[in-house]
């Protein structure tokens, strides 16, 4: 099994110089520092819509939330999920998957209250 690893390891690092990528991990220490950056922003921009959720749920008030921006933002984040799955990109794919989520829930609770 370790060896299957080892060699689609070797496949992904020849893909990388064949289309002349970046290394990963990049040996520059700004950009390695950015690599794990981008995790935190993917998870820290649908945690800012939380307040929102919480807010139309739990108070039962929906006055003010405008259901056509939420379902635009839905449709944005699954072109950009499905940008994430072609591309391979696990921080578009986490983020979208969380802003799909988090924009149903706002919604729903537009449409309910």
């Known amino acids: 099994m370790a060896k299957n690893i080892s060699a689609i390891h070797h496949y ?6 064949h289309k002349k990528l970046e290394p990963y991990p990049h040996p520059d220490k700004f950009k390695r520092i950015i690599d794990k950056i981008i995790y935190i922003a993917a998870f820290a921009g649908p945690i800012m819509t939380i307040p929102q959720v919480i807010g139309i749920w739990v108070g039962k008030n929906s006055s003010g939330v ?7 933002y839905a ?20 983020s979208s998957i ?14 309910l209250y």
């Open 75 to 94: 449709i944005l984040s699954s072109i950009w999920l499905i940008y994430g799955i072609v591309h391979k990109e696990k921080p578009i794919i986490i």
């Open 12 to 17: 992904h690092k020849r893909k990388r110089v």
């Open 98 to 111: 969380i802003w799909i989520i988090l924009d149903i829930f706002i919604v729903v609770g537009v449409i």
């Open 66 to 72: 405008s259901v056509i921006s939420w379902i635009s």
